[in-house]
C-alpha cells in the first residue's frame, strides 16, 4: 500500500474503515513551528539614526522569545523569512564600510547560530548589495537556506532544464515525541520563495545571472516533487505578504493567500509586508480566519518586522501504523517583545546576553561609522509635515540627485535635456510610529544623518518620460490624499493611511498644485481607476504649461524606474543610467562637495484653494508643535496613539 501522505483527518478515517479487518492505530504529536522575518540588521534593541535604544525591535529580544517557547513544546522547529541582512546602518557597515570576506561570519549570523535555526528563506532585500556578498554571506549561515522560484541564467531557451540557482527546496529529518512519550521520526519539507519583483528592483545586481518565475506555479510544480522524494509535512515560506490584487500574468508580489491554496503545503510563515498576521489589520480578508490563525485553512503566521514579535505556528499531527503523519489541526499566533499604548512602550522581555555579546563589537563599529561628519547645514531639517508641504528633508535629496544627474548626461547624447528630480518622505510616521520622523538640528551632519534623509539603500537611476507621463507620475503620488469635501465644514483626514508615504513622490525642476477636491485618478495600488478625474493643476516648467510630447531627464531610485510602487510608464524601458551609486552616497557626496547647505524648500508645490471653510488635518510628532506655526498648521491635540493632530486650511 502506498502511504497518502497529505489528507485530512476526515478522509483518513474513512480510508481506515474501508479497509476490512483492520484498525489504524494513530498516535498525536505536537509540533511548534516558529518564525521570525523582516529582520532589517535588527540584531540589537537600538536605532542607529536616534542613536538611541529602542525597546521595540531587535533579535535579542525576540530570542527571548524563541527560549521561552521552546522550553513550552517538546518539539519545536525554528524559521527566518529573510530580508535580513539589509535594512539598517549595521547592515550598511558590515556590506559597504567594514566588507565581509569568504569564511568571515557574517554579524546576523553571529547571533541567529546561536539560536540554533533550523532553516531560512531568501527574502528580496538580500539581493541589494548583489550576488557575491549575498553568496559570502549565507556561507556563514549553521543551517540550510531554500529559495524555489530563482533560476541561474543559461545559454539555451529550455526552461525544462533550468537549474535552480539556491537550493528550492530542503528535508528536515527529526524525531518527534508523541503525547503518550513514544518517538517517531519525521521528515519536514521546507520551500522558500521570494517576490519575482527583484527583477526589476535589483536589475543591475541580477539581471544576465538569474532569472525568475512566479511564486505560485513555482509551489505547484515542486511541492509534488517535494512529496515524491519523502516530505511527511511541507512547510512554506514565502517572503510575500496578502493581497487581493491580481497582476497581470504570474508575477504575484504578495501571493501568500493563493500559495495557501495550492494543494500539499500545511503550514505557511510568511513576511515582507510588514505587518502581523493574524491581527486585525486583515479582517475581513478573504480566507483568513484570525481567530484560528489559517489563511484558506492552513495554519499560518507573519510575525511584523525588525524582530517586533516571533511568530508561532502550532501543529497538532497524527501518525498511524503505517507511519503515515497526517495533519489535524494547527493554530497561528504572535507575541511581541514590547506592548504600546499612545507613545508610552513597555519592553516585555529583556535581551538574551549571548546575542547582545555576539555582535557587540559590529553595533559599536556601526554606531562610529554613523558618527563620522559629511558638513554642515544652516538651518534644521525635518519631515513632520512632507506630506503636506514641500519639504527640506525632499529638497536635499532631489538637489543632490539634480546634481548627479548633471554632470553625469553633460557631453552624452541626453546633454541638454530638462532635468527634474523625484523624491519622496520616507520617515513619515505610519507604521514606524510616531517617533518616525526626520528631526536634524542646524550644524554638523554626519554618516548618521544623511541615512536618516534617506534611509533605504537604494542605487540612483535616471529615467526620461515626456511631458504627460510626468503629469502622470504626479497623479499616482497624488493617491495618497482622501477625497475632500469642498463644501465640509468640519475638519477632515488629508492623508490616508494606508498610503506609502515612499510612494508620494515630489517632483522638482516643475511647478503643481493639487486639487484634493477631485477624486484621485489611481488608486492605492496604483490601478486607473478614475480616468477623467486630474488632481495635478497648473503643472508648468520654467514658468510655462508643460509640454506634453517634452522630453525630461528625471532621476530617481531602482525601485521606482523599476517599475516599484507601480507607477504609470516605469517598468524599467525608461531608464538611461544605472549608477552604481545609491542615492544615499549622491547625497554624501553631494553634502561633502557643498561642505555648506542650505535646506530650504522652494515651494514648487502646493494644494489648490479648496474653500475658504474646509479644514483638513493631519496626524504628526507631538515635537512638530512648535515648527507648526511657521509652517501654517495649527496644533490640535496628542491622540492615545501617540501621534499629535494637526489643521491645514486649504484655501
Known sequence: MIPIRHRSPFAAALFALCLPGT????VEVDLRLMETTDLHMYLLPYDYYRDAPNDTVGLARTATLVRAAREESIN???????DLIQGNPLGDWVARSRGLAFGETHPAFQAMNLLGYDAANIGNHEFNYGLEFLLKTLAGADFPYVLSNVYAVDADDDPDNDRHYFRPWTLLDRTLVATDGSSHDIRVGVIGFTPPQIMTWDKNHLQGRVTVRGIVETAEALVP????????????????????????GSLRENASAQLAQVDGIDAILFGHAHAVFPGEAYEGFPGADLQAGTLHGVPSVMPGFWGSHLGLVDLTLDIDDAGTWTVTGGQGSVRAIASQEGREVTALVDSQQDIVDAVAAAHEGAIAWMGEPVGTTTAPIDSFFAQVLDDPSIQIVTDAQAWYARTTLAGTEYDGLPILSAGAPFKAGGRGGPDNYTDLAAGDIAIR??????????????????GAGVHEWL???????NTIDAGGTEPQALVNPDFPSYNFDVIDGVSYRIDVTQPPRYDIEGELVNPDAQRIVDLSFEGEPIDPAATFAIVTNNYRAGGGGNFPGLDGSA????APQTNRQVLVDYILETGTIDPAADGNWSFAPAGDD?????????AAQERAEAAGLAFVEVLDSGFARYRLPLR
Open 76 to 82: 519545536s522547529l525554528l524559521f527566518d523569512n529573510g
Open 225 to 248: 516533487e517535494m512529496r515524491a522524494a519523502g516530505a511527511d509535512i511541507v512547510v512554506a515560506i514565502p517572503h510575500s505578504g496578502l493581497s487581493t490584487v491580481t497582476p497581470d
Open 23 to 26: 484498525q489504524a492505530a494513530a
Open 475 to 481: 497623479e499616482r503620488a497624488a493617491g495618497q490624499f
Open 614 to 622: 474646509v479644514m483638513v488635518t493631519l496626524e504628526s510628532s507631538p
Open 449 to 466: 544623518n544623511v541615512a536618516d534623509l534617506y534611509v533605504y539603500p537604494n542605487t540612483l537611476r535616471i529615467v526620461t518620460l515626456d
Open 575 to 578: 531608464t538611461i543610467v544605472e
